[in-house]
């Protein structure tokens, strides 16, 4: 079954694999077609996203890269004076800003789901199989 929403996937902790395929138990299938949209002083920029699979599921799913920023300030606590404790309160913000942003482009709904979850209490396939059972899909 293929998921047609593209899944934004936030873990608290900001510490993003490199690939989710990475991850035990999810495949990458592939790539979702091209999306050009007109953004930050670039005409028709381009979006692909990986397509993913785990689970008898099949979805399209990303991480937002810049979230690494966060987490790289955190981990030099010495020079930055930013705790972990402050990367998960601002990775919450994160995630509730990024809502904002999409809800207020109404060409975006239904096409994206935001995934904030806590990695430290649950894994990743876990997270996407209880949003999917939730029926917000």
Do not use: W
Not at 84 to 97: A, N, P, S
Request: net charge negative.
């Amino acid at each position: 079954m293929l998921n047609k929403k593209l899944f934004i996937v936030i873990p608290a902790s900001g510490n993003l694999p490199g690939k989710l395929n990475e991850l035990e138990g999810v495949a990458n299938e592939g790539q979702s077609d091209k999306l050009e949209i007109d953004r930050a002083g670039c005409a028709k920029r381009s979006y692909v996203n990986n397509v993913y699979s785990f689970h008898g599921r099949t979805l399209v799913a990303d991480m937002p890269a810049n979230l690494s920023t966060l987490t790289d300030m955190a981990a030099d606590e010495e020079m930055s004076d930013f705790t972990r404790e402050e990367l998960k309160m601002e990775v919450t913000k994160f995630g509730i800003q990024l809502a904002n942003i999409l809800n207020s482009r109404t060409e975006l709904n239904g096409t994206y789901e935001i995934l904030l979850y806590d990695d430290s209490s649950q894994d990743l396939a876990a997270a996407i199989l209880d949003r999917l059972a939730e029926g917000t899909n």
